[in-house]
């Protein structure tokens, strides 16, 4: 069994780019076909530790977990301090596949977050989030 690049990309939650690059550079093994790679279940079990899944193109199934947290009693410089903090730690990419919005309402000085990806990481910003509101 082979897989595309784009397959792999979204059993591992990963652009395709980042997979193409993982070839390029011989982190993950792969054969060139015409102007496309495959890559074989056995290279993507090395590479990844894990079984591969030929699920006929579908996704690899993912738990994902919604979180909406709202800070009252918080003025704007207050709420921009957070909203940066976590916006900062998503894409420094050292929390993984999450996805973070932030609106301030300020008639009622209130921030909302909403915080959308993988349950354990999740957890972890929300530890952030209340250090930080806190603070």
Known sequence: MMFSV???ADQLGLHVRTVRNYVRDGKLNAVRIGKQYRISREDL????????????????RRVEVSSIVQVD????AGADRISTHLHAAVNQ???GQLRVESAYDEDRSSLKLIIIGDPEVTADLLRIVSLLAKA
């Not at 079990?45 to 690899?60: M, W, Y």
Request: negative net charge; charged residues 25%; proline residues 0%.
């Open 45 to 60: 079990e090395a590479f990844t530790g894990i079984s591969a899944v030929d699920d006929g193109g579908a996704s690899a």
């Open 73 to 76: 009693a918080i003025d704007r």
């Open 93 to 95: 990419g050292g929390l």
């Open 6 to 8: 784009e397959q792999v």
